[in-house]
């Protein structure tokens, strides 16, 4: 699976962006789709991930409430809906493709496929 991040940028506290990722090379719907994020000298951490039918989204907890994942199976696309933006929400965000459940525990799919990466910036 190949993955292609967009959506990032610069956006003051408080306001929203929607990241998107689009896939190709496989089939989309027989994938979990996941969105991770890392700042500078720090992991990259789970943000959210979504099922491969689109039922079923967790989140980590920082992002309850504020994010969304949501995916459109016809069009291949996975994407993170973010609100009420804080300034340290700032990182690079990559999406993720796995064919397990790994990334619903918030963990790093250990066969997973990752896209480049999109920052996105929170000024306060």
């Known amino acids: 699976v190949q993955l292609q991040a967009s959506g990032g940028g610069l956006v003051q506290a408080g306001g929203s962006l929607r990241l998107s990722c689009a896939a190709s090379g496989r089939t989309f719907s027989n994938y979990a789709m996941g969105w991770f994020r890392q700042a500078p000298g720090k992991e990259r951490e789970f943000v959210a991930a979504?099922?491969?039918?689109?039922?079923?989204?967790y989140y980590t907890d920082s992002v309850k409430g504020r994010f969304t994942i949501f995916r459109d199976n016809a069009k291949n696309m996975v994407y993170l809906q973010m609100n009420s933006l804080k300034p340290e929400d700032t990182a690079v965000y990559y999406c993720?493709?796995?064919?397990?459940?790994?990334?619903?525990?918030?963990?790093?799919?250990?066969?997973?496929?990752w896209g480049q990466g999109t920052q996105v910036t929170v000024s306060s």
């Open positions: 979504i099922s491969p039918g689109g039922g079923s989204a």
């Open positions: 993720a493709a796995e064919r397990g459940g790994t990334m619903y525990s918030g963990n790093l799919p250990p066969r997973g496929y």
